[in-house]
């Protein structure tokens, strides 16, 4: 009996201990992941978990998985290891199933919200004007260049003294004095040429007298 006991004792200490180093073995990868997750050390969590994952293939570090791709903000990458999640996991409660659907949620929110505000919104039509709208004031008109003075050609300044018109030549006091002068001097030439001599006082010529 006593052998019995010492033997099962035995066994509960071996296995014991094989559990506890293979859990410590383990645990030591995923307390370093977890540890990092709750630092905000997200992307070095994620590799911790994607390791263990390819390791162990269990779908629990697809959900973990999920979690470091939420946090980082990768939408797309998020959804697909939740969804990866829920289908490779068996034993999924209807409370865990929830949680899960409404980080899905949550990211499928968050991918809308990013394509809206990529979407370049067109500018609103030109309203149509009515006459009671006021008008942009005109330009301001140019003025116009100032007229082309015209070229002056130089003159030589007028005398300061008046031109005096020439009187006509009858009108000159010399003119009947020279006139005056050529009639006395002419008549003074007939009185000695005798052309004004008495006929009764003239000589009678042979010619002219009776005999």
């Not at 949550?106 to 008008?135: C, F, I, N």
């Not at 100032?146 to 018109?165: A, D, N």
Request: hydrophobic residues 35%.
């Amino acid at each position: 009996m006593m052998r019995n006991g010492v033997l099962g004792l035995l066994v509960v200490l071996v296995v014991a201990t094989t559990s506890s180093r293979a859990i410590a073995e383990v645990d030591g990868r995923e307390m370093r992941a977890r540890e990092a997750f709750a630092a905000g050390h997200y992307q070095d969590a994620l590799d911790g978990f994607v390791k263990l994952y390819a390791e162990k293939l269990h779908p629990n570090y697809l959900r973990n998985i999920g979690r470091c791709y939420q946090n980082l903000g990768d939408p797309d990458k998020a959804i697909s290891s939740f969804r990866e999640y829920l289908r490779k996991a068996k034993a999924v409660d209807s409370e865990e199933r929830k949680e899960v659907e409404g980080y899905i949620k949550e990211m499928e929110d968050l991918k809308r919200q990013r394509e809206a505000a990529t979407v370049v919104v067109p500018p609103p039509p030109p309203q149509p004007t009515t006459g009671h709208e006021p008008q942009p004031p005109p330009p301001p008109a140019l003025e116009p260049p100032p007229p082309r003075q015209p070229v002056l050609t130089l003159k030589q300044p007028p005398s300061s003294e008046p031109v005096q018109e020439e009187a006509p030549l009858y009108k000159k006091w010399w003119f009947w004095t020279l006139i005056g002068g050529v009639v006395v001097g002419g008549i003074g030439v007939a009185a000695a040429a005798g052309v004004f001599t008495k006929t009764q006082d003239a000589p009678c010529m042979a010619s002219n007298c009776g005999g």
